[in-house]
């Protein structure tokens, strides 16, 4: 028997199922993240030396090169980028738990995001629902433990952990590193990674069957007989674009430090929008002021609450 079929006949209908998928999309978009292979200063850089090509001939038409994997029970990506800050302002500027929901909150399905605590017990709560203005009670809440894991003049990392999400989904990683190139460049990994059960996977089949069949990530599997490339799908391709999603948050953030603070929030949505829509194919999802009229008001909400 389907794996819908079995969850129906225990009650679920499929429009819930179908609902409670394009949740969990943005979920394992958004909350899943680095996870991974520890290192250090050295083994970035030997990183950024082996994908020296890659990163220069990049399909993405900038030094960025994305990588996902999928093994059983487990999704895993992964993005490396040469971005153009000097690690002065990177370092610093992403060791701030605080910044963090600077940076996530410009994401579709981030409804709100808040930090608690201090030092060893510092938590990072995510509120993430759909893609529209969405009450928070409504929406799935989620909360990471936070440290920065090394904070070094010439290194970076950051962690977020969560053990568990909304059905069945476990063992979030979010990682985080950086190393300085020169003086106005640094190289910078993240990575995420995510377990998931039997009803976290019904209710993305569901998802990618229906609203998510057409949509593709950025990998190239084949070629089309036109010729154009045939870009993969289901969900290799919901990770890798929601990794791009977090790469162009993280992009944005950085490029708005420079503004006068009240200034800044308005110019990281701004530009995290124009950046997906460089990417229509993979990233489009509302129109401009659709999304900005509905990220402000979430960014005041949030302002807003205690």
Request: charged share 20%; with cysteine.
């Amino acid at each position: 028997m389907a794996l819908t079929t079995i969850l129906i006949s225990a009650g679920f209908s499929h429009r819930i199922l179908l609902w409670v998928g394009m949740a969990l999309a943005g979920l394992l978009g958004v909350l899943t993240v680095p996870a991974a292979n520890a290192q250090d200063a050295a083994g970035l850089r030997a990183r950024h030396t082996a994908l020296r090509d890659a990163l220069a001939t990049s399909l993405f038409q900038r030094p960025l090169v994305l990588e996902s994997t999928q093994a059983d029970g487990s999704l895993k990506g992964d993005v490396y980028a040469v971005v153009a800050q000097p690690y002065s302002v990177v370092g610093p500027a992403l060791q701030v738990s605080e910044h963090w929901c600077d940076v996530l909150i410009v994401h579709l399905n981030v409804k709100q995001c808040r930090t608690r605590g201090s030092g060893a017990q510092t938590t990072v709560n995510l509120v993430v629902g759909r893609k529209f203005d969405q009450p928070v009670d409504d929406a799935y809440q989620v909360a990471f433990a936070y440290r920065v894991a090394a904070n070094e003049p010439d290194y970076l990392q950051v962690r977020l952990d969560a053990e568990a999400g909304p059905l069945g989904t476990k063992n979030y990683r979010i990682v985080f590193e950086a190393v300085p190139l020169d003086a106005t460049r640094s190289f910078v990994h993240m990575s995420y990674s995510y377990g998931y059960g039997m009803a976290a996977r019904l209710a993305m089949e569901g998802y990618l069957a229906t609203l998510g069949r057409d949509k593709v990530g950025f990998s190239v599997v084949g070629r089309k007989p036109d010729g154009s490339a045939d870009y993969v799908g289901s969900v290799r391709g919901l990770v890798e674009r929601n990794t791009m999603r977090y790469y162009l948050a993280i992009e944005a953030y950085l490029g708005a430090l420079a503004l006068p603070p009240e200034q800044q929030a308005d110019k990281r949505m701004s530009d995290w929008y124009t950046a997906t829509e460089r990417h229509a194919r993979q990233l489009h999802e509302m129109e401009r002021d659709e999304y900005l009229t509905m990220k402000r008001k979430e960014v005041a909400r949030q302002l807003a609450s205690p």
